[in-house]
């Protein structure tokens, strides 16, 4: 099994890869899990708490093996709307809730709910189902794989 350990943004740099990792958002939220790559060899993942993964993320092993990350394709709910104020409180009524959301311009993507859906007609917003791949805003406090070695200072 391999194990992955580290985690790393591309930054657009090619890096030689050993399988690709497709997960949804609730398990690219775990730090600890196992997981099968897209050729049936099993993973087990062990990253720091707190760690979010993202689509396009490379883990690696002790020895330099990357695997990339792809955000699954899961059922999600989209709402567009033109009027600001109302996507804002749509955004507000969901966030109340911590429903993780991706923004867009002129639109608010979520893990499909059919009470969450139903609150957002009742305000008026037209809400569509539809599959994506779910890739929601990094929470403030959301740490982003700070390079190798990088530390922050706190005062």
Not at 31 to 54: I, K, N
Not at 113 to 138: K, N, S, T, W
């Amino acid at each position: 099994m391999l194990t992955l350990t580290r985690r790393f943004h591309p930054n657009g740099m090619p890096a030689p890869q050993a399988g690709s990792l497709v997960l949804p958002f609730e398990q690219r939220c775990k730090s600890r899990f196992r997981a099968l790559l897209e050729d049936g060899r099993e993973v087990g993942v062990f990253l720091p708490r707190g760690t979010v993964l993202r689509g396009g993320d490379l883990l690696a092993d002790e020895d330099g093996t990357y695997v990339c990350v792809t955000a699954a394709t899961e059922q999600t709910s989209i709402v567009f709307s033109g009027d600001e104020l109302l996507l804002t409180r749509a955004a507000y009524h969901l966030g109340n809730r911590h429903v993780p959301l991706e923004l867009g311009d002129g639109w608010l993507r979520y893990l499909h709910d059919h009470v969450l859906d139903a609150m957002l007609i009742g305000m008026g917003l037209h809400v569509r189902a539809e599959y994506a791949a779910f890739e929601p805003e990094a929470g403030a406090y959301e740490h982003h794989g700070a390079a190798p070695g990088h530390a922050h200072t706190h005062a």
